[in-house]
């Protein structure tokens, strides 16, 4: 069974605070994802990684940053927090190959940001 | 640039009705699709996708969606609604493997309330 998981459920940090969120996956998948979700706009993919040290930004990046070390971990940074950034956080995973693209999702992180 | 429409944003059915949420899609190849639920609070579960082969997709708890390539739709349908499917549903579309792109793009949601 693929596992993805997430530092925290949920995080409260202030304004001009930086952010560390953590995603581990146990499945060896090259390719990991960011994304936000808000209300009535679904999820934006925020950054991806196709293998170690390697990102590619996705639709929204603008105000964070990423860092993949190690293959099985995924790290999404807010430089300076901002209140605009106050979101659900979900990570996923996927191999790379023939088989199609279905992404495995950690449970999420609900950042509030005050 | 690929995109998702689901038009619907919060649907009520009556436990034991017919369910139909209904999703667009735009895509210049052949699409990989999904549909993911999400219960509250919780990650997002794959129910269903499609690749390639027969359009009429099963997936889990009872869920199926038929891909209409003529519409560019993939609907997702459930002949008798529990009342612990309330949860939102999300359609995506992701690139083949020649797109290099492996990320989805999802749709706004559909909020699904069952009524007792």
């Known amino acids: 069974d693929v596992k993805v998981t997430q530092s925290s459920r949920y995080l409260v940090k202030r304004t001009g605070e930086k952010v560390f969120l953590e995603c581990v996956q146990d499945?060896?998948?090259?390719?990991m994802f960011w994304y936000r979700q808000d209300p009535g706009l679904g999820l934006r993919l925020i950054y991806f990684?196709?293998?170690?040290?390697?990102?590619e930004k996705g639709d929204i990046p603008e105000g964070y940053s990423v860092s993949r070390e190690k293959k099985e971990r995924f790290s999404l940074i807010l430089e300076s927090a901002s209140t605009n950034q106050t979101s659900m956080y979900l990570c996923?995973?996927?191999?790379?190959?023939?088989?199609?693209?279905?992404?495995?999702f950690g449970p999420g992180t609900r950042l509030t940001v005050t | 640039a690929q995109s998702v429409t689901q038009p619907d944003i919060h649907i009520t059915v009556s436990e034991g009705a017919s369910l139909e949420l209904r999703c667009n899609y735009s895509?210049?190849?052949?699409?990989?699709l999904f549909w993911y639920v999400q219960s509250p609070g919780q990650g997002l579960q794959l129910l269903l996708k499609y690749f390639s082969g027969d359009t009429l997709v099963q997936g889990i708890k009872g869920f199926e969606a038929e891909f209409k390539r003529s519409q560019s739709s993939f609907n997702l349908r459930k002949p008798s609604v529990h009342w612990s499917d309330a949860a939102e549903y999300f359609c995506?579309?992701?690139?083949?493997?020649?797109?290099?792109?492996?990320?989805?793009?999802f749709g706004s949601g559909t909020r699904l309330q069952v009524q007792p």
């Open positions: 499945m060896d998948h090259e390719n």
């Open positions: 990684s196709y293998d170690v040290k390697m990102k």
């Open positions: 895509y210049g190849a052949t699409p990989y």
């Open positions: 995506a579309v992701g690139g083949g493997m020649d797109t290099g792109r492996r990320a989805l793009t």
């Open positions: 996923a995973s996927t191999p790379s190959g023939r088989g199609g693209h279905e992404q495995y």
